[in-house]
């Protein structure tokens, strides 16, 4: 029989086998502990306030939670203070965030995150959005012209709009194509609409007045906007009424509640829309008058004497509380037409020629000589960068904004000549003569003379638009332009004798407002 030869292994001691007893218990319990444990769960996440308005401010995001010790809130874009880390062992996690202003013109949106972290791991993210808007829509409405004649016309509206994304133009009383939606997308920039609007002539003798309504919207919200442009019936003049001033010589309106009127005593009569009022102190030396007088606003106005000595003649300026003299030397001026207070021209004569000065607001510049030497000499600007001028020799002129033109001979060779020019624009200009005799200009070139008078020695004309001028004469008469055609002469100022006491000026700021000055103080007003 073969022999079997048995192996005693060695015993293991007490320790050892005390530790391996105690892997095999503890190893296994950890790792199925683990196993076990839920992961967490965001259940919900909300915020207090889902819109903001463009100013910003706080709102509270409350998250509830499973399963989880610690939360971290998060942004995109980011705002302060986040990422931001809180405990939500109750099973709720809450932060306040305060989000910046928006000054832009779309909404900002703002995307927060929050995950959850516990003993089974970390959950899904869960999201909830914030928005803040744009500022509301900005916009300005304007209606030009000022105000339109009984026939109708053409009203243009203006709006400057910024922040916005759709428009819609509506009138009342209703007009035919509106209301309309415009095209008006602009971001924080403004930008500008137009938009032309056919207005019917009256059907009765009271002015219709039509509102314009711009509704403007936006990310923002929504904004209206309103213009107002008005079809008048035809101007008619009141009774004469005393300024209080002496032989009045020129008159200035910018508006129905602002006019200046000079004298030839030196003073200046002011209207504030319901009186006349006349300083007790005279700009001028004694026998020195005022000769001319030019307004763009109740706050500037400069007026010119006829005073030809040493210095020269003298120019008082109107600031909106007093006057102030600023001499123009080595000129008999006769006309000033201003377009701000940074630009006037005034023209006058020497004997060796009319010659013409430009105003900047502080100063004079050099004098240009604009023609031959001429017993009278108008001017009109319609901007600084165009003026015309007429004179006794019959001639015409226009300024570029950097030089003079050639005198071009309009009007030769009269008894009456040239004696009045008005320009509302650069393309249109009316001058007339004492004869009555009307010059258009279009831009480009002078029209023939065109009989609107007979020898009533017209001294003034204001025209408003191509379409309405007024001219005052010497007779006390006045006569009306609408579209190209001349009223007859109308007498308002019956007491007065040709040549001598009648008007010597007229300025019309609007189509339902025109003033009119005699030589015995007096003015007439016309409205529509």
């Not at 089974?120 to 914030?130: F, I, N």
């Not at 009138?171 to 609409?193: D, E, F, H």
């Not at 904004?223 to 010589?249: E, M, N, R």
């Not at 300024?399 to 624009?425: A, H, K, M, R, Y």
Request: charged share 10%.
């Amino acid at each position: 029989m073969a022999r079997t030869s048995l192996r005693t292994r060695a015993p293991i001691p007490a320790v050892v086998a005390a530790a391996l007893a105690m892997l095999s218990v503890s190893v296994p319990a950890a790792s199925a502990a683990a196993a076990h444990a839920p992961r967490p769960v965001i259940k919900s996440l909300r915020a207090s306030k889902t819109a903001l308005s463009d100013s910003g401010g706080k709102t509270t995001l409350t998250g509830s939670v499973r399963y989880a010790s610690s939360c971290e809130f998060a942004s995109k874009p980011t705002v302060h203070g986040l990422p931001g880390k809180v405990s939500c062992r109750s099973g709720r996690a809450t932060e306040t965030v305060r989000l910046p202003a928006n000054s832009g013109a779309t909404t900002v949106t703002y995307r927060f995150a929050l995950t959850a972290t516990g003993k089974g791991g970390t959950s899904k993210p869960d999201h909830v959005t914030v928005r803040v808007l744009p500022p509301p829509p900005s916009a300005a409405l304007s209606a030009s012209p000022d105000g339109l004649i009984s026939t109708g016309g053409t009203a243009t509206l203006t709006a400057t709009v910024s922040r916005s994304a759709n428009c819609e133009l509506s009138v009342t009383p209703a007009v035919a194509g509106l209301p309309v939606s415009l095209p008006c997308a602009a971001r924080v920039k403004p930008v500008s609409v137009t938009e032309s609007v056919a207005l019917p002539s009256l059907t009765g003798s009271a002015a219709v007045a039509y509102t314009f309504t711009l509704k403007v919207t936006g990310a923002g919200g929504t904004v209206a906007t309103t213009a107002t442009q008005t079809v008048w019936p035809d101007i008619k003049f009141g009774s004469l009424a005393s300024t209080g001033a002496g032989s009045l010589t020129d008159v200035s309106c910018t508006s129905p509640t602002f006019c200046a009127a000079t004298d030839t005593a030196g003073s200046v009569a002011m209207f504030n829309g319901s009186k006349w009022s006349v300083p007790s102190t005279t700009l001028t030396a004694p026998g020195v008058a005022l000769v001319s007088v030019s307004c763009t606003s109740p706050k500037f106005c400069m007026a010119v004497d006829d005073q030809n000595g040493a210095y020269g003649s003298g120019v008082y300026v109107w600031n909106g509380s007093y006057w102030s003299t600023t001499p123009l030397p080595g000129n008999y001026l006769t006309s000033v037409s201003c377009t701000s207070p940074t630009f006037c021209m005034a023209l006058g004569n020497l004997n060796t020629g009319v010659f013409a000065s430009e105003w900047n607001g502080h100063s004079w510049g050099t004098q240009t000589q604009v023609d031959s030497p001429a017993a009278n000499v108008a001017v009109s600007c319609a901007s600084p960068t165009f003026c015309a001028a007429v004179d006794a020799n019959g001639d015409a002129t226009t300024f570029n904004g950097t030089s003079w033109g050639t005198p071009d001979p309009i009007d030769p060779g009269v008894i009456q000549p040239l004696t009045t020019v008005s320009c509302p624009t650069s393309t249109f200009c009316t001058a007339m003569d004492g004869f009555g005799q009307a010059f258009t200009f279009d831009g480009s070139a002078w029209s023939a003379a065109v009989g609107v008078e007979n020898s009533a020695g017209v001294t003034s004309v204001s025209c408003l638009s191509s379409s309405f001028c007024v001219a005052a004469d010497l007779s006390g008469n006045v006569v009306t332009e609408y579209d190209g055609t001349w009223s007859a002469p109308v007498n308002i100022d019956p007491q007065s004798d040709s040549n001598f006491y009648g008007f010597a000026g007229i300025s019309c700021p609007a189509v339902a407002f025109c003033a009119a000055v005699d030589e015995l103080g007096n003015v007439a007003l016309g409205t529509g």
